[in-house]
């Protein structure tokens, strides 16, 4: 069956350590992954996109990886602050290109 | 400019009514999909409106139901409601169908008593 899993439910690090965020999928050949943040009580943001044929992405102290052979992206936040902290989720778009599946979420906690 | 605007925000409701929520997309966005969130099941892909044509739907039951206007506005409907219907009820809005970035709105919180 077709599943998304991201690491783990909670994230806990200290500030200005470099957080990784693990999303690994079953069962799909996604053309794309990308990965949102979310806070409380508000919709998820958009962050970063990667494509099948691109290995890593960066955006400021944002990059994401993507091995379609692991079936797995990578997300890594760097020099890690306290306003980092939030849900993040990862989307991929199923075998048909149509619609957006996300995982579960990891809620990250960056401790000052 | 204007990001994407839901209505209302809050809603409580009584099993067995029926609810109406809207979504206004980004000026100039032709896609609107709608998303249930709760936490026990995550975000899930409800169904996706573009030209006024629902294109993909998820897996939920009739009883959900959305439409789209000429303007791109979407409005989705869910009938006789169910408590397992409480739930954030997120819109996004893209570019054009299948549009790799979508931009969220606040969702509605929509709680069934």
């Known amino acids: 069956s077709q599943k998304i899993e991201q690491n783990s439910e909670a994230l806990n690090i200290q500030e200005g350590k470099t957080a990784t965020l693990t999303c690994n999928y079953t069962n799909y050949s996604p053309a794309y992954l990308q990965w949102y943040r979310q806070d409380p009580g508000r919709g998820p943001v958009f962050l970063l996109l990667i494509r099948e044929n691109e290995k890593e992405k960066r955006k400021e102290r944002l990059k994401v990886t993507f091995d379609t052979t692991l079936k797995q992206s990578l997300f890594h936040i760097t020099a890690s602050q306290p306003a980092d902290s939030a849900t993040y989720l990862c989307a991929l778009d199923d075998n048909y290109g149509q619609n957006f599946v996300f995982g579960p979420g990891t809620r990250l906690s960056v401790l000052p | 400019k204007a990001g994407v605007t839901q209505t209302p925000r809050y809603l409580i409701k009584t099993r067995g009514q029926q609810v109406t929520l809207s979504c206004s997309p980004i000026?100039?966005?032709?896609?609107v999909s709608w998303y249930q969130q709760t936490p026990g099941q995550g975000l899930q892909f409800l169904f996706e409106?573009?030209?006024?044509?629902?294109?993909n739907k998820g897996n939920f039951p009739g009883r959900f139901s959305g439409r789209q206007f000429s303007n791109s506005r979407s409005e989705m409907n869910v009938s006789t409601l169910e408590l397992g219907d409480s739930a954030l009820y997120l819109c996004?809005?893209?570019?054009?169908?299948?549009?790799?970035?979508?931009?969220f709105g606040q969702g509605t919180r929509l709680t069934v008593v």
């Open positions: 996004a809005s893209s570019l054009e169908l299948g549009n790799t970035e979508a931009f």
């Open positions: 000026s100039g966005h032709r896609s």
């Open positions: 409106y573009f030209s006024e044509t629902q294109r």
